[in-house]
């Protein structure tokens, strides 16, 4: 069985490199979205929630890098399983992908309904600044959509952990950095 997992075949580096950099992004932008709030108004405020801008913006490049790689130039590993198994896997893939979109393009609304400052260097100007309502609302959709990538990579997490100590079948290697 040793043998088998060693000669597992794996995803490119920078396939894996960008899945992880999402893995360990998406937890810690839910983390700091929480407690924005705790910032004392101010500079303080404004530089947390730019940290975070920076950092959702930075997941849609590595989102944008994973698919346009995956496309064009990313190794395309044979199914580990088939059958409902492989359909699964597929659909969870492709709600990751739309899930993380949608809450990206969702803070990225919020920022321009918002109107919000940028490291105070400059301040996206606000879509409708009197409009409490419209910010409530794409505020409370962009939070929503935001757990909802943490519940489904957390069921992906979970049968990767499943695959590799019940299954013993080498899936979750084919993602693991080779160093490790």
């Known amino acids: 069985m040793q043998e088998a997992l060693a000669a597992a075949p794996h995803y490119d580096r920078p396939t894996i490199w960008v899945h992880w950099t999402i893995a360990v992004l998406v937890p810690l932008q839910w983390g700091l979205a929480q407690i924005i709030d705790w910032f004392p ?14 950092a959702g913006l930075f997941i849609a490049v590595l989102l944008a890098a994973r698919v346009f790689w995956r496309a064009t130039r990313g190794r395309v590993l044979p199914p580990a399983n088939h059958g ?18 949608a809450m990206v393009l969702a803070g ?25 309502a419209l910010r409530h609302d794409i505020a409370e959709v962009h939070e929503t959509i935001a757990a909802l990538p943490l519940i489904v ?28």
């Open 41 to 54: 108004e101010g500079e303080p405020r404004i530089a947390a929630r730019s940290v975070h801008i920076s």
């Open 84 to 101: 409902v198994l492989q359909k699964a896997a597929k659909s969870v893939h492709y709600a990751l992908y739309a899930l993380l979109t």
């Open 108 to 132: 990225m609304f919020l920022v321009y309904v918002r109107g919000d400052s940028f490291f105070g260097l400059f301040t996206v100007p606000a879509l409708d600044p009197g409009n409490k």
């Open 153 to 180: 990579a957390g069921l992906h997490a979970l049968a990767a952990l499943i695959h590799h100590f019940v299954l013993r079948d080498g899936v979750l290697r084919r993602m693991w950095p080779r160093a490790i």
